[in-house]
């Protein structure tokens, strides 16, 4: 057996541990490096991507807050007033404390600015002095508030600075839109935002076209873009060394000072997707080194130690290992704290539900989650539940507790690319959010982020909508660029005649006829050729054979970047409008038919009293077609023109008037017309005046001759009553001319025969000679004054009237032995004509008289009766005579229709029934009755007087 070879083996194990621990030592050098690049590029990402966070939240948070601010200062300012009545000075100083506060609160406001609703500037609270300007052809954003009517935020570049805009639309009391607010945030603002969150310092630069265009100046210029912020001494060194390394660009690792430091770039776009902003941020390096200036150190002791002491290299090796590995631990639990402390902070300012949870069990929570469910803090909230699932309400479609089996969490896990709604109740509503989940891969408890946004009102929004296009009685749809339906509305439905499924992916060419199609199809290419809205008008069938006039209008549907991507029509039914149109146009040229063909002169003239309207007729009587425009001077002489004008004037005040007026027509001839004026009121105020001329100098002609006419009737009525009143004079007078007479003669008698005549004798005598002469000058009087023409009326008691009757014509009754019964009741006086209500009532007392005289009744009597009843005075005659006969009856009253035979005109009761119809406001009326016939006059008490 050969010995053992000790050095050789010795030299062989000590070859082998060198080789081993080389390769061992390669081995751990080369993962060391790698974990390290690993790790780094972990971190770069992770904190590339929390800067992006952290940049949208900046921008959300000063969205909303400014949009919260500038609607509070509209609620709770006159800027409204101020505005529309444009006084620009009032509304400067309205601003100013607004203004101040704004950039005292965030020094990175530039702008406060107020527009029309044209676009034009109204004022800007930064540059005052600049105004009126039309911004609609250098701002997007402007031209789009303009048109939308709604809020609207983004980078836009002005003639003034590039900054984050929020734009507020302005309406007044009738909700008509008026103008807008904006105020514009410099880009510095998230600078700030994120070196407060994350600790990193940044630069903003801006593109030197848009520098150009409102002469900004940069403190350097880095390819197309220059520098706008403020850098400070360090920001300085940062950018010189940068530069020298690199240009703008992401992800560039430089030195500066003995510390590494990498760079993060980030890009802001405007409201068309061009580049307007680039955010560059450094990051220090030294914090997230993992170990590679220890791994130097090491490597160093190692090589030294490897060749002396093998065994304890390998030991102190463990022990360095051991203690890099502690180091990059304690490292990575401060770089988590930071985090979380970071993440904390977005979780105590985000409006979204926040929780990190394993799915049963909760962590963390934000504020907003402890306010939706009304909790103080989240130990009162774990106090009570597990999990947030316990509040998820059991819905189809939405997320559950368990899910098919699966936990609701681990179903999220499984299918990240699904979109996950949850409803859940808050004050007795329902409310809908849209779950996110980010899983923390922090230790080996599978926990997660959850984020809730609240969708509500985004979903009341679309069913809104929807329910809105549905309820329209015009037709809706969308088309895509391969004029395929995208979308329909019921109207649509019922055109077609099939459901919205039926539609959905056809053209027209598999719904319409070709013909129809053909059309259909050639104006949406004119829509996509055009690229505008166009319209036209059609008839369309209905599939139960209605025909319907329809006015289509088609848009193009475009994306935010204006590319077209299909069409949007919308088609209202004009068939009624078109009807109503037919019917407008008959109606009026019926309407000028009438006009010109109506017997009167129409006139219409406006508040300044010239002519806006004149019918035929019109032009005809002045005989001229130029008449509208005119006034009543124009057309007229002046003193008719001056009655025309007062005329005029009192329509205006009364609203209507009426009355005969004299005019010259062009030849020179009068004319009587009756000309009715009325006020024709509008709605805004205004007024116009109506006239409506009827000729009537033919009929005024003929009522001239008529009234004439009766006049001399009357007259002669009263003459031929002279002859029957003159025979009641004789009668009245017989007698006392005979006891006259015969008191004389016994005078005579008693001086022939020498009687004794004493004084009381001759006293006694001379008062009865006294008393008859007394009588005879009253009947003399009552002749006299029923010959007097009546020229005014008077105020006297009809009883009187009736007694003076009577007075004349008892003795003539007594001597045809008629009996006369009278029951009279005055109570008022009225005013009327007493001698011609005397003649009338004469005229009857004397056809009763000679109706029974010439009948020869026996026991002839005049039942006379007088009373008030129902506003009239009413007397009655009635007589026990033969009564008037039937042949006769319906035609008494009228000229030369008596009932007296051969001895009666009939003018007597003719006149009687005009006296009393024309000039006493009266009705006189006759009957017969059971033996003889009555007559009944009724006169009205108005403008009576109390006895």
Not at 290 to 314: K, R
Not at 604 to 633: L, M, Q
Request: charged content about 25%; proline content about 3%; overall charge negative.
């Amino acid at each position: 057996m050969n010995p053992l070879a000790t050095d050789s083996l010795r030299k062989k194990v000590i070859l082998s541990i060198i080789v081993s621990m080389f390769l061992l030592l390669f081995i751990a050098i080369s993962i060391t490096v790698y974990i390290e690049e690993s790790t780094r590029d972990e971190h770069k990402s992770e904190y590339h991507e929390q800067i992006q966070r952290s940049i949208n939240y900046s921008i959300k948070y000063h969205q909303l807050n400014f949009t919260y601010r500038i609607k509070r200062l509209i609620d709770t300012t006159n800027i409204v007033e101020l505005f529309q009545s444009k006084d620009r000075e009032a509304a400067h100083a309205a601003l100013q404390k607004s203004w101040n506060s704004f950039r005292e609160e965030e020094p990175s406001v530039d702008i406060l600015h107020i527009l029309d609703a044209n676009g034009n500037s109204f004022l800007r609270m930064h540059k005052p002095e600049l105004f009126g300007d039309d911004l609609t052809q250098v701002r997007p954003m402007i031209k789009e508030i303009t048109n939308s009517h709604k809020i609207i935020t983004g980078y836009e570049t002005g003639k003034h600075a590039t900054v984050f805009r929020v734009m507020i639309p302005i309406f007044d009391k009738q909700n008509s839109y008026i103008g807008a607010i904006e105020v514009g945030v410099n880009p510095n603002f998230l600078i700030d935002s994120i070196e407060e969150i994350t600790g990193f310092e940044g630069l903003v630069f801006i593109d030197k076209v848009d520098l150009k265009t409102f002469n900004k100046p940069t403190l350097l210029n880095i390819a197309q873009y220059g520098l706008i912020s403020n850098p400070t001494p360090h920001l300085s060194s940062l950018i010189k060394a940068f530069t020298a390394h690199s240009p703008l660009k992401d992800s560039v690792e430089f030195s500066l000072d003995g510390a590494n430091y990498f760079t993060h770039l980030f890009t802001i776009s405007d409201r068309n997707n061009k580049e307007k902003v680039k955010l560059l941020f450094f990051q220090n390096l030294s914090n997230t080194k993992l170990f590679s200036s220890y791994l130097q150190v090491s490597l160093a002791f190692l090589l030294l130690s490897l060749f002396s002491f093998l065994i304890w290299f390998v030991y102190i090796r463990i022990n360095i290992y051991q203690s890099q590995v502690s180091k990059i631990y304690n490292k990575h639990i401060q770089a988590l704290k930071e985090s979380e402390a970071k993440t904390q902070a977005i979780f105590e300012v985000t409006p979204d539900i926040m929780i990190t949870t394993d799915g049963e069990h909760i962590d963390t929570v934000n504020p907003a989650m402890l306010k939706f469910f009304s909790y103080e803090s989240k130990e009162d909230f774990i106090a009570e539940h597990d999990c947030i699932c316990d509040f998820f309400l059991e819905e189809r479609g939405y997320l559950q507790t368990d899910m098919n089996g699966i936990h609701w969490l681990e179903y999220i896990r499984l299918n990240p690319t699904k979109t996950h709604r949850v409803k859940m109740l808050h004050e007795q509503k329902e409310h809908t959010f849209l779950v996110w989940e980010k899983e923390l891969k922090l230790d080996k408890n599978r926990r997660s982020v959850v984020t809730l946004t609240d969708i509500t009102a985004f979903e009341e929004l679309g069913y809104l909508l929807n329910n809105t296009i549905n309820s329209m009685d015009s037709i809706f749809f969308v088309k895509d660029e391969q004029f395929r339906y995208l979308e329909c509305n019921h109207s649509m439905e019922r055109l077609i005649g099939k459901s919205r499924a039926e539609i959905i992916g056809k053209t027209d060419y598999e719904l319409f006829a070709k013909e129809e199609a053909d059309f259909y199809r050639a104006m949406d290419e004119e829509v996509f050729k055009q690229e505008k809205t166009l319209s036209n008008f059609e008839w369309v069938k209905y599939p139960d054979g209605r025909k319907a006039y329809m006015l289509t209008s088609k848009s193009p549907l475009k994306t935010d970047d204006g590319e077209i991507i299909g069409l949007v029509a919308n088609t209202a039914d004009l068939t009624k409008q078109k009807e109503l149109e037919g019917s407008l146009k008959e109606s009026q040229a019926l309407f000028e038919l009438f006009m010109q063909n109506i017997p009167a002169g129409i006139i219409i003239k406006d508040k300044e009293r010239h002519i806006i309207y004149a019918n035929d007729p019109v032009s005809k009587f002045f005989d001229t077609k130029d008449i509208i425009g005119k006034t009543a001077y124009d057309l007229l002489p002046s003193d008719i023109a001056d009655s025309v004008s007062e005329f005029e004037k009192k329509i205006i005040e009364d609203g209507y008037a009426q009355e005969i007026q004299k005019m010259l027509d062009a030849k020179g001839k009068e004319h009587i017309k009756r000309v009715l004026g009325f006020k024709i009121e509008h709605k805004d105020k205004n007024f116009d005046i109506g006239l409506v001329c009827l000729d009537i100098t033919e009929d005024y002609r003929i009522k001239k001759e008529l009234q004439k006419k009766d006049e001399i009737m009357i007259t002669q009525s009263r003459q031929a009553a002279m002859g029957d009143m003159i025979a009641m004079i004789a009668h009245q007078w017989r007698q006392p001319i005979t006891v006259i007479a015969m008191a004389i003669n016994n005078l005579k008698v008693d001086l022939e025969l020498e009687q004794e005549i004493s004084p009381a004798m001759l006293h006694s005598m001379g008062d009865g000679i006294l008393q008859q002469t007394k009588h005879l000058s009253q009947t003399i009087d009552d002749f006299r004054n029923f010959l007097k023409p009546n020229k005014e009326k008077e105020s006297v008691e009809v009883c009187r009237v009736l007694e003076s009757a009577l007075s004349m014509i008892s003795q003539s009754l007594k001597n045809n032995n008629i009996l006369l019964k009278v029951d009279s009741q005055c109570k008022h006086k009225i005013l009327t004509y007493p001698n011609e209500l005397l003649q009338v009532f004469l005229n009857l007392i004397n056809n009763a008289k000679d109706s029974l005289v010439s009948s020869k009744v026996k026991d002839a009597s005049i039942e006379i009766t007088l009373r008030e009843d129902e506003g009239y005075v009413i007397t009655t005659f009635c007589d026990n005579g033969e009564g008037i006969p039937k042949e006769i009856l319906k035609h008494l009253g009228e000229p030369y229709v008596s009932s007296k035979a051969k001895s009666g005109t009939g003018l007597g009761l003719y006149m009687s029934k005009i006296i009393v119809e024309k000039h006493l406001q009266g009705i006189l009326t006759w009957k017969n009755i059971q033996r003889g016939a009555c007559f009944e006059l009724k006169i009205p008490l108005q403008n009576e007087e109390t006895s």
